[in-house]
């Protein structure tokens, strides 16, 4: 039973929280909801329409089309993200020469802006003088159409956001050092080798991070929009490269259909609200909390 | 079969190789900014690519601050990284703060109500920002603060979903144990959280202070909506001079500019990250 | 107490940085004068181009201080602005966006301020007078614009063709000259293409150059004989290279504003842009030896020739504004003839104006700018779609193009697709934008 007086601290310290979802965020979120049912223009009073426009979405091609790709590029950036990142984290959590230096170095790409960096992207995929295509051509690897190919363009965003993988390195690095060194000492002494040590100890003490990260990454990856703005201007080709929130960022600034943005915009959020409770359900067997909470 | 000293080696080895690779690649874009920042224009952006430029330019560093300050009378760059300062600071401020409370609170505490306000928060961050624009800037008015710099920084005293949803992970992690003997010996549950929490919980909030420094510091939308004086713009709202609409873009003055608005945030990540790894191992507690 | 001191320590930088904004923001400046806020897209030498004209209007009298505001996303702040009820006086919007913003009622009536003002409609080319007009009033004054010309990079071309004069005249002639201008290597790797008829300023604008264009009768019509046949003539670009070629070749074009800008790295023969195109050409290519031509127009169809897009940065003065009155004086002070053409040349552009002088046209940095300011006031010249879901004929027909050329539809279906979309498009517009 938990008494009232813990119940008094907890609010207390969650009070900050509280009062700041209450003051900044209940009252976008609510309009924003309420919205989805309208047809609103910003400039001119919403109208009460109903579902109509969940029913639109749900036929809108463009929508559906924009929906797939997301769900494409989310599908395969997570997973990809999250092992560079704990592959990164394992190889910069050791004692090595200089490796301040490189734990710094993997970290810029996702320090600079994206608008700095898409043309450096542009750059580099360039399909005839790009470094990606030159490198490959001493394989004999023929010329690949990065940008100008549907599915290449496609795999080519995948492929850059894994450059921004820096973000969860770095958590996954502050998570790491909360691993006990006598776990290893104890698996040493039972002749584990490095790769089992990793799997039976390192993975399972830091899985609340990998949980929290991945997470993030379903949230962060179907919510992409300044990358492909950037590089892929309308989504070309042929809308390869069009996601959810470009579509929703046109209809509502764009194309003045506030309220169709808006039931885009919780549509998106239903889709990661499920994949996250599916990510959570799958990651919950293997998540260990040394908390015990 | 090989020996163990051998193994151990060859594995060392392997990781170095695949750091030098990786580091290579990972490096690609600051290097080819350093490069491009030194150039003349007509040398930048050329095919085949140029890696070491004829000439050096240095001077484009002093022409990127000097900037249009012919016309606006005074060197924007210079104002433009005041304000940023100052907002990154109370923005820092406000996070660690706010975020550590919150974050002991649904890690560590146990209370009525706590799971069903967890999800509601891991929920704010899944509605997409740009649906809530609108309806903000009309909270935001209402509050009076169109043109001042409070919607930037007032907020995060608040707590932020992302960094409570972080915290609460690390501080779930830290055994029940250590806060339980803190408490035996008679400390309050604020005590506990000062005493114990924190001082365990340092990479992580070092994390959240660096993540919150980037944020606030590469933020740009928040500055270009609400913000209606140039003098009160940021280093990332400055960094749109460079983008010309019928004049071209000058990437070298744009890659110097970038690179000196970054340099702050490379610097201290690059102090901050030993804190990333002097976690409980050194703390003496394990 | 280890933990205290610093998180005290940190609490006052808090709330000395809090102090130390406050006091540095700026809002409101102590002049006497009443302050017109101008926000504008424009950075850099365009701000600076601007700049000098506000500083002008400044000194020129005593009641009004015009303050420069430079703002990237200018429409999408500007429209949050005046949704909160504190828009500036005067924005710089797209010419393209004008009858957008008055469909949303967003913008002020200017018709008889610039009746009184003496701006008239005799005094602008017509097409750009149009862009500024929606339902036969006023809401918008240009400044700086833009028209369209094929450029044409002479050492790229067989000498027959290497002149204004000689170059060709119609579609079919251009053909030819297409022909005789492509070169590959013996692998049959494209090495210069004549033209590429996506890649330019202006071209989404094709069916134009064939007739109707996207409106027949002020209907949506982006299926029409025109656009079958202007998107044909386009697909069989891509027909001759080959879809793979092409796309390969493509591939390797470099960012607008480099040396890697497909014409300034000879990659190209001839490419389509505006005025300001000659100022990337002395900047990243600056001993190419160019001419400008107009378009091609179809055989048999003179009347259609003179083809040319146009586009409009203009200033409007949104609903709401607080100081309307003073603000409409900058705007009528921007449309002097000496201030516009000092703007239009310090910004690469050709004039708005009917009336160019002999100065502005010899002295301009673009040394074609006599071929521009004709194609603006050509009958051909075509302003963006007065409607205004203009943004979402550009979307559905760039995605028909992508589909034809990468071989997903056919033309006609792709074409037909569009046309469907954007009727059920501009329904929804109608009902729910323009209340209908």
Redesign the interface.
């Given at each position: 039973m938990r008494s009232n007086r813990q119940n008094v601290i907890g609010l207390l310290f969650a009070s900050p929280w509280i009062l700041g979802m209450g003051i900044f965020l209940f009252y976008p979120v609510i309009s924003s909801l309420y919205f989805s049912f309208t047809s609103y223009s910003i400039l001119k009073p919403p109208v009460w329409i109903g579902l109509s426009n969940y029913q639109e979405l749900m036929h809108d091609e463009i929508f559906l089309k924009a929906l797939s790709n997301t769900l494409i590029i989310c599908a395969a950036s997570v997973p990809l993200t999250t092992a560079l990142a704990i592959c990164l984290a394992l190889l910069l959590n050791t004692k090595r020469k200089g490796i301040s230096l490189y734990r710094t170095l993997f970290y810029i790409p996702s320090l600079v802006p994206t608008v700095a960096l898409a043309v450096l992207w542009l750059w580099i995929f360039n399909g005839q003088y790009g470094l990606l295509n030159e490198g490959l051509s001493k394989f004999g690897i023929k010329a690949v159409p990065w940008l100008t190919d549907p599915s290449w363009a496609k795999a080519t965003l995948i492929m850059i956001s894994m450059w921004g993988c820096g973000n969860a390195m770095v958590i996954y690095l502050a998570g790491l050092q909360d691993v006990p060194q006598s776990l290893y000492e104890a698996g040493e002494l039972d002749g584990a080798s490095a790769w089992q040590k990793t799997k039976s100890i390192t993975l399972p003490m830091i899985s609340p991070v990998i949980q929290f990260n991945v997470i993030m990454g379903i949230i962060g990856s179907l919510q992409t929009f300044a990358l492909p703005f950037v590089m892929f201007p309308g989504g070309q080709p042929a809308r390869s490269t069009y996601v959810v929130a470009m579509y929703l960022y046109d209809n509502a600034f764009l194309y003045q259909r506030m309220g169709y943005a808006s039931a885009m915009g919780w549509v998106l959020f239903l889709a990661t609200m499920i994949l996250s409770l599916v990510s959570l359900r799958l990651g919950d067997r293997h998540v260990h909390y040394g908390g015990g909470a | 079969m090989l020996s163990k000293q051998q193994k151990i080696l060859l594995t060392k080895a392997l990781q170095l190789g695949a750091l030098l690779v990786l580091a290579f690649l990972f490096a690609l874009p600051l290097v080819w900014m350093v490069v491009t920042s030194l150039k003349p224009l007509d040398e930048t952006m050329t095919s085949p690519p140029k890696w070491i430029p004829d000439k050096i330019q240095v001077s484009n560093y002093s022409d990127a601050v000097t900037y249009g300050s012919k016309e606006l009378g005074y060197i924007p760059f210079l104002r433009y990284a005041q304000n940023s300062v100052l907002l990154a600071i109370l923005c820092i401020t406000g996070s660690v703060i706010s975020n550590s409370l919150v974050g002991y609170a649904f890690g560590c505490l146990e209370w009525k109500g706590k799971r069903w306000l967890f999800a509601l928060t891991l929920a704010t961050m899944m509605v997409p920002g740009p649906i809530l624009i609108v309806p903000l800037y009309k909270l935001f008015r209402d509050f009076g603060w169109i043109g001042t710099f409070r919607p930037l920084w007032v907020p995060t005293f608040f707590g932020s979903a992302f960094n409570i949803f972080l915290l609460r992970q690390f501080f779930m992690a830290i055994p029940k144990e250590l806060s339980e003997a803190a408490v035996l010996d008679g400390a309050s549950p604020f005590g506990v959280f000062l005493k114990v929490i924190i001082p365990l919980a340092k990479p992580a909030l070092t994390v959240v202070a660096v993540f919150t420094f980037l944020w606030s510091w590469n933020d740009f939308l928040g500055p270009l909506l609400y913000l209606t004086d140039q003098r009160n713009f940021t280093v990332s709202l400055g960094l749109q001079a460079f983008q010309n609409q019928h004049t071209g873009t000058p990437w070298n003055l744009l890659m110097a500019a970038s690179l000196m608005v970054i340099a702050p945030v490379i610097v201290v990540y690059f102090v901050a990250q030993k804190a990333f790894v002097q976690g409980i191992s050194t703390t003496g507690l394990k | 107490m280890n933990?205290?001191l610093p998180?005290v320590l940190?609490?006052l930088?808090?709330i000395a940085?809090?102090c130390?904004?406050?006091s540095?923001?700026?809002?409101v400046s102590k002049t006497d004068r009443i302050e017109v806020?101008y926000w504008e897209?424009?950075?850099?030498?365009?701000?600076?181009a601007m700049?000098?004209i506000v500083d002008k209007f400044n000194a020129s009298q005593s009641e009004i201080h015009v303050k420069?505001?430079?703002?990237?996303?200018i429409?999408?702040?500007t429209?949050?602005?005046?949704?909160?009820?504190?828009p500036?006086d005067i924005a710089g919007l797209w010419g393209d966006q004008v009858v957008?913003f008055v469909?949303?009622?967003?913008l002020t009536d200017l018709s008889d301020l610039a009746k009184d003002a003496g701006v008239v409609e005799e005094n602008y080319i017509p097409a750009y007078w149009s862009i500024c007009s929606a339902y036969g009033r006023l809401y918008a004054l240009p400044t700086?614009p833009g028209s369209g010309a094929l450029y044409v990079n002479r050492q790229l071309v067989p000498p027959q063709y290497a002149s204004p004069e000689t170059f060709p005249k119609t579609i079919s002639e251009f053909n030819k000259f297409a022909e005789q201008t492509d070169r590959r290597d013996p692998s049959g790797k494209l090495l210069v293409a004549s033209f590429m008829p996506r890649d330019g300023w202006g071209l989404w604008n094709m069916p134009y150059v064939f007739g109707d264009g996207f409106l027949q009768d002020g209907q949506i019509n982006v299926n029409g004989k025109d656009d079958l046949e202007a998107w044909t003539w386009v697909k069989s670009f891509t027909d001759r290279y080959g879809v793979?070629e092409t796309?390969?070749?493509?591939?390797?074009f470099?960012?607008y504003?480099?040396?890697?800008n497909p014409f300034l790295?000879g990659k190209l023969a001839t490419y389509a842009d505006?005025p300001?195109f000659s100022?990337?050409i002395r900047?990243?290519k600056?001993s190419m030896d160019w001419f400008a031509v107009p378009f091609p127009y179809p055989d048999n169809h003179p009347e259609l020739a003179g083809f040319s897009t146009m586009n409009l940065?203009t200033l409007v003065i949104p609903k709401g504004a607080k100081h309307a009155r003073e603000a409409f004086r900058f705007l009528a002070f921007v449309q002097e003839q000496k201030n516009m053409e000092q703007l239009c040349m310090d910004?690469?552009?050709n004039s708005p104006l009917s009336n160019s002088s002999q100065k502005f046209l010899t002295s301009h940095p673009n040394k074609a700018i006599a071929l521009f300011d004709k194609l603006a006031k050509s009958s051909r010249a075509v302003p963006p779609v007065p409607l205004?879901?203009r943004?979402?004929i550009g979307?559905e027909v760039?995605?028909a193009v992508?589909?034809m050329e990468?071989g997903?539809l056919t033309p006609q279906a792709a074409l037909d697709q569009a046309q469907s979309?954007l009727v059920a498009?501009w329904a929804?517009?109608q009902?729910?934008?323009l209340?209908k």
């Open positions: - | - | 933990n205290v998180a940190c609490v930088l808090g940085c809090a130390g904004l406050e540095s923001q700026v809002s806020q897209k424009w950075t850099g030498e365009e701000m600076e700049k000098r420069y505001l430079s703002v990237s996303g429409a999408d702040k429209l949050l602005a005046t949704s909160g009820g504190t500036p957008q469909d949303l009622n967003a700086s793979t796309k390969s070749f493509r591939s390797g470099g960012n504003s480099s040396p890697q790295s505006g300001w100022n990337y900047m990243f600056p940065n910004q690469q552009c205004g879901i943004a979402q979307s760039g995605n992508d589909q990468l997903e979309r498009m929804k517009y009902q729910q934008v209340g």
